[in-house]
T-cell receptor
Framework: NAGVTQTPKFQVLKTGQSMTLQCAQD?????MSWYRQDPGMGLRLIHY???????DQGEVPNGYNVSRSTTEDFPLRLLSAAPSQTSVYFC???????????FGQGTRLTVV | QQQVKQSPQSLIVQKGGISIINCAYE??????FPWYQQFPGKGPALLIA?????SEKKEGRFTISFNKSAKQFSLHIMDSQPGDSATYFC????????????FGQGTELSVKP
């Protein structure tokens, strides 16, 4: 059972480039979320989804897009990367009838 | 606006001692309060959680104390071990918003042998 899988693990982008962070879960969870982790800031919610076709914004959504076409996948898109988006990104999933959120291993993104 | 405030930012404890991390929240609609543990290079993992209808929950060496009137909760790690060295996050969630966790700033715990 793989749980929540994030790819890539590391990425360096130039300012203005675009990229997609991938997230997949094999637990058939309804809820999926993206967080960014910055020193002294904890984890902040970027976007989340309550099921296929349904997404909503979190605390820090600007500069990021998401879509959810399947239960399993929840990609995060950076359309024009900025140095302020240098961070560690975590994807998480949780079941509809439950409370525990399961996190992936993270993607460390550097924008230069 | 930081809805969940966590302190201290870092903590050094001797092996066998008690580690205490505190959190305070503002939104009275929160009804689920988990603690997550994160080791370097890994994602956070659920450690222990509590709902506001109880004042304390204990799992092994880990205890959550909850004070609803003060809107505060804390994590106590008894008999702290070097393997407990990690970053700890408190969090909160509203009951009808599964998947939306609001995290505290994190506490980096170091347990010295």
């Amino acid at each position: 059972n793989a749980g929540v899988t994030q790819t890539p693990k590391f990425q360096v982008l130039k300012t203005g480039q675009s990229m997609t962070l991938q997230c997949a879960q094999d637990m058939n969870h309804e809820y999926m979320s993206w967080y960014r982790q910055d020193p002294g800031m904890g984890l902040r919610l970027i976007h989340y989804s309550v099921g296929a076709g349904i997404t909503d914004q979190g605390e820090v959504p600007n500069g990021y897009n998401v879509s959810r076409s399947t239960t399993e996948d929840f990609p995060l898109r950076l359309l024009s990367a900025a140095p302020s988006q240098t961070s560690v990104y975590f994807c998480a999933s949780s079941p509809l009838q439950g409370t525990e959120a399961f996190f992936g291993q993270g993607t460390r993104l550097t924008v230069v | 606006q930081q809805q969940v405030k966590q302190s201290p930012q870092s903590l050094i404890v001797q092996k066998g001692g008690i580690s205490i991390i505190n959190c305070a929240y503002e939104n009275t609609a929160f009804d689920y309060f988990p603690w997550y543990q994160q080791f370097p290079g890994k994602g956070p993992a659920l450690l222990i959680a509590i709902r506001p209808d109880v004042s304390e929950k204990k799992e092994g060496r880990f205890t959550i104390s909850f004070n609803k009137s003060a809107k505060q909760f804390s994590l106590h790690i008894m008999d702290s071990q070097p393997g407990d060295s990690a970053t700890y996050f408190c969090a909160a969630r509203r009951g009808n918003q599964g998947g939306k966790l609001i995290f505290g700033q994190g506490t980096e715990l170091s347990v010295k042998p």
